[in-house]
């Protein structure tokens, strides 16, 4: 039977205390929904983030809200990361890469976070490169969490002129080498016009 955390039960109190509470003037999101008038939910497995913008933030793989046709609100699913601490890199059958393409033209800072944990902080004078994820990730759905942030913006910037973040999956070929099978599982761009900030949660599945 799989653990419960205290951490979570107070999640899902928060979840649907305050969403019912007109003295928490922000919102409320559940892997990256929006969620309204939300009650009696109980989540497992999960973290819990105040954003830069004061909105609560709750992350547990597995999950997702629904509205049925009569316009209640509900959350579906199971946890994803209940029985999943043993499935990472060595009983995953593919590798995952995340792969990050500067543009001298984009000033943004980026930070990832992998099911919750910090995975890769990007400056604005990071360079291109790429780094094995799979060690972090679990068999199903997983939360890649991106947190962005613009700098000055580039006077000759267009919005053709974009810096992306990529997450592949592939396999060592003969040699040892990893092979990546396109197209990408995952992909985040940002144009050297985008000068809003960034706070999203993706679910990327892994096998």
Do not use: H
């Not at 699913?77 to 995340?98: P, T």
């Not at 910037?157 to 040892?176: H, M, T, V």
């Amino acid at each position: 039977m799989p653990t419960r955390l205290t951490f979570v039960c107070l999640a899902a109190s928060l979840l649907g205390l305050l969403a019912a509470s007109p003295v928490f003037a922000n919102d409320i999101f559940l892997n990256g929904t929006k969620v309204v008038d939300l009650k009696n939910v109980e989540l497992e497995n999960c973290s819990v983030k105040f954003d830069a913008l004061g909105n609560l933030q709750i992350l547990s793989p597995g999950y997702r809200v629904v509205t049925d046709k009569d316009g209640k609100v509900r959350v579906v699913g199971s946890s994803d990361l209940s029985d999943a601490k043993s499935a990472r890199a060595g009983k995953l059958a593919m590798r995952y890469v995340l792969q990050y393409t500067p543009n001298p033209k984009v000033n943004f800072q980026f930070e990832v976070l992998v099911n919750g944990k910090s995975f890769r902080k990007i400056g604005l004078e990071t360079g291109a490169f790429a780094v094995e994820v799979t060690q972090e990730l679990v068999a199903g759905a997983n939360a890649i969490r991106v947190v962005g942030r613009p700098g000055d913006a580039n006077p000759n910037g267009q919005e053709s002129d974009i810096a992306a973040l990529k997450i592949f999956k592939g396999s060592e070929n003969a040699d040892g080498v990893f092979v990546a099978k396109p197209p990408a599982v995952w992909e985040l761009v940002r144009s050297s016009i985008d000068r809003d900030p960034l706070d999203r949660v993706y679910n990327v599945f892994a096998e």
